[in-house]
């Protein structure tokens, strides 16, 4: 399956929960935090500028990305979880 944003939009595969603290102590799902990185899956063509051109996106498929907390919207797809996110509500790439 493929999945293809609009204009500035990126689809996010995000980033697992943490299992446990890091002094061990295993967390109950509903105590684990929601994720704020992820990995790029799709990147959509650009935002429509007002002269008929798009604007180059500045993030590529597969970067792993922060976002904000509570943007975007999240949805399951065949089992799987993904975050739609404008990508001027992005925060950061995360480069190793």
């Known amino acids: 399956m493929e999945l293809r944003p609009l ?5 996010i595969k995000p980033s697992e929960a943490q299992e446990k603290t890091a002094g061990g102590i295993f967390l109950p799902d509903t105590a684990k935090e929601k ?11 650009g935002k429509m500028q007002e002269d008929g051109k798009r604007a180059a996106m500045s993030v590529k498929k597969g970067d792993e990305v922060i976002y904000g ?28």
Do not use: H, Q, T
């Not at 204009?7 to 689809?11: E, G, I």
């Open 7 to 11: 204009d500035d939009r990126v689809v």
């Open 35 to 45: 994720p704020m990185i992820g990995k790029i899956l799709w990147v959509g063509p």
């Open 69 to 96: 907390k509570y943007m975007g919207n999240e949805i399951e797809i065949e089992g799987a979880k993904y975050v739609i996110v404008k990508e001027s509500d992005l925060l950061g790439i995360v480069e190793k």
